[in-house]
């Protein structure tokens, strides 16, 4: 599974590419205005801490305008992947960009049915937004299930990105169900690196080590 990380605070991004394990990035408008950075060169800097797909989203709602804005932003770097909501406009900007083979993450996906125009419209990505699912009522991991299970039945290539993902169990069920990508804030990736039981066991461990009086090397 890739772990994508839901920022766009460049040390943030860093900091996790630094371990390795980040496969790409997603910003959306919400994120880009809580870094107060300039939308194009924050998402210049951002593609060049990962090599994996960097979602930038478009604004407008008209399929010019997001042809308009996509063509801007995907003249950014080669790992950027445009961002388009899942609406009658969004799909035709997503059929018509990856027909060029330009990479599209198709957001704010709610329903299973709109998974599935996603997939027909050849999105590389699709994100359906468990954390607001739950919120509002909804089962956000069946949700994720029910993708799963269109997807395989029809071979579709749209690769599954879990997206408001809101804590480690959002994660775990993502990976078990076999979500293609889960995008979290830092903070939730950051807390899967730990357990109680890991601290308690080093702390042991360094106590006991004190007591031969050894040291490595
Ligand atoms: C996905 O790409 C979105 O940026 C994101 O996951 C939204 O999450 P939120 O519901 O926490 O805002």
């Known amino acids: 599974m890739k772990f994508f990380v839901d920022t766009a605070d460049t040390a943030e991004i860093s900091d996790l590419a630094a371990t390795g394990l980040l496969d790409g990035v997603t910003t959306n408008p919400s994120l880009i205005a809580k870094s107060g950075r300039d939308f194009l060169e924050v998402t210049a800097e951002i593609c060049k801490l990962t090599a994996g797909p960097v979602s930038a ?39 018509k960009l990856t027909a060029d083979g330009t990479m599209v993450n198709v957001t704010l996906c709610f329903s299973a049915t709109q998974a599935l125009l996603a997939a027909k419209a050849g999105a590389t990505f699709v994100s359906p937004f468990v954390g607001r699912h739950d919120d509002n009522g909804f089962d956000g ?24 993902i809101r804590h480690g169990v959002h994660v775990l069920e993502s990976a078990k169900i ?40």
């Open 57 to 95: 989203e478009v604004v407008a709602l008209d399929h010019e305008g997001m042809m308009r804005e996509a063509e801007i932003l995907r003249k950014i770097a080669d790992n950027v992947c445009v961002k388009v909501p899942l609406t009658i406009d969004g799909l035709k900007t997503c059929k």
């Open 141 to 164: 991991m069946q949700l994720i299930s029910d993708i799963r299970l269109i997807y395989d039945n029809y071979d579709y290539a749209t690769q599954i990105l879990v997206a408001s």
């Open 178 to 217: 076999g979500a293609d990508v889960i995008t979290a804030p830092p903070a939730v990736i950051k807390g899967l690196f730990r357990h109680v039981l890991t601290e308690k066991g080093i702390e042991g461990f360094l106590a006991d080590w004190a007591k031969t009086g050894q040291s490595i090397g």
